[in-house]
Each structure stands twice: as structure tokens, then as C-alpha cells.
């Protein structure tokens, strides 16, 4: 998809896209999250807990079965002692990866510009 003009019915469908994706990562965790999972490829809850500044144990946990539910992370419960929970993103995660690393970009040089002026 481009930034040009277009008929309205394709506009009409392609906002309706855009709502569905702000829809399922919506929230100010979410993105965080799949980036934590993305760089790693498997991450424990804990771990997660420690890349996502700011974030509780009771707001991770939601937003973990939230995109469990929309299928983008897979949940694993290990055979350990005690017992480990483990997170990778499913296939339809990894198709995030492309817009995870726009972000992380857009967002480096976002913050370079605004300290700069």
C-alpha cells in the first residue's frame, strides 16, 4: 500500500485493515512485547517482564494471552522444576517482524531529531 490517491471503496477497506491492526495491538504493550519476543526468538515470562520497562506481572500476563489469542505468540509450559513458561511468536507473529524493525528505525531516528532541536 502507497500514500496516493484511490477510489473510496479500496480506501474504505484499507482503513478497515488499519483498525483491525490497531485493534489487536492496540495498548502501549503489545509492541513491546513481540519486539521482546522477535530479537530473541524465545523469551520466558520473566524475561519478558525485564525487557518491557514499566509493564506488571498482571498486565503481561493479560496482554500474553491477548496475542495468544489473536495468534501471534505460542505459549509453551516447559518440564522443569519449577515449572518455566516459555513465548515465541507463532508464523503469523513473524510476519510483524518487517514492521517491528520499521518502528525500532523510525523510532531511533525519531528520538535522534527530537534531541537534536
Not at 489487536?24 to 513491546?32: C, E, M, P, S, T
Not at 522477535?38 to 491477548?66: A, P, T
Not at 505459549?75 to 515465541?88: G, M
Amino acid at each position: 500500500m502507497t500514500c496516493v490517491p484511490r477510489k473510496s471503496d479500496e480506501h474504505k477497506k484499507e482503513m478497515r485493515a488499519v483498525q483491525d491492526c490497531m485493534h489487536v495491538l492496540n495498548g502501549k504493550w503489545k509492541i513491546a512485547i513481540i519486539s521482546s519476543i522477535c530479537y530473541y526468538s524465545k523469551r520466558r515470562f520473566s524475561d519478558i517482564l525485564n525487557d518491557v520497562d514499566g509493564i506488571s506481572n498482571k498486565m503481561l500476563s493479560k496482554e500474553l494471552k491477548e496475542l495468544e489469542i489473536n495468534q501471534l505468540v505460542k505459549r509453551t509450559v516447559l518440564d522443569t522444576q519449577p515449572v518455566t513458561v516459555q513465548y515465541e511468536l507463532t508464523d503469523h507473529g513473524w510476519s510483524l517482524r518487517t514492521i517491528i524493525e520499521n518502528l525500532t528505525t523510525w523510532g531511533i531516528e525519531h528520538r535522534k531529531k527530537i534531541f537534536e532541536s
